[in-house]
């Protein structure tokens, strides 16, 4: 099921997420089932809960966009354990749709995080899975792509958000 993905201005968006408790049950099953699905649907390469309005630290990635079923990546209650350089490269969001811009990265990471079950693994990202990873792990804290810019272009898209509010068309 495609779910609805909240816009930027709903404070879930700038909540931190909650800890995954329940392993292995069904309703994780389809919260991450039908996370991929939101995501493929709207091409994007990564999908955190709170953007689908569902408080807990819990987010989907791939960066392969569909292409690969490898690739796919389920992290829950995530932590960096390291992360190294850095990569300047432009990102976007889907609860922010319409707004690109460059944000400095750490180029490598690595992260331990649960899987459905409940398992702890350690998994390395670099280039875009790094971006990825830190985008969305972004997200159970809170944080927006909107916060790693300066406070001038930050200014200026949040008024072009807020004109597309008064317009109706930001929903
Ligand atoms: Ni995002």
Redesign the pocket.
């Known amino acids: 099921m495609v779910l609805r993905i909240v816009k930027y201005g709903d404070p879930v968006l700038e909540t931190k997420a909650a800890p995954v408790t329940q392993f292995g049950t069904p309703e994780l099953r389809s919260l991450v089932d039908n996370m991929f699905e939101t995501m493929y649907a709207n091409k994007g390469v990564g999908l955190?809960a709170p953007?689908v309005a569902v408080s807990q630290r819990l987010t989907v990635i791939d960066p392969s966009a569909g292409e690969d079923p490898n690739a796919k990546l389920v992290l829950i209650n995530p932590e960096f354990i390291v992360k190294e350089g850095a990569q300047v490269g432009e990102e976007g969001?889907?609860?922010i749709p319409g707004f690109r811009e460059d944000v400095k990265r750490a180029a490598k990471v690595r992260l331990r995080a649960q899987n459905v079950e409940g398992g702890t693994f350690e998994v390395d990202g670099e280039e875009l899975l790094a971006r990825a990873m830190q985008?969305e792990i972004d997200?159970l804290d809170g944080v927006l792509?909107l916060n790693h810019l300066s406070l001038l272009k930050r200014d200026l898209i949040r008024r072009k958000i807020r004109k597309l509010v008064k317009a109706g068309e930001w929903q």
């Open positions: 955190a953007q969001c889907l609860s985008h997200h792509f």
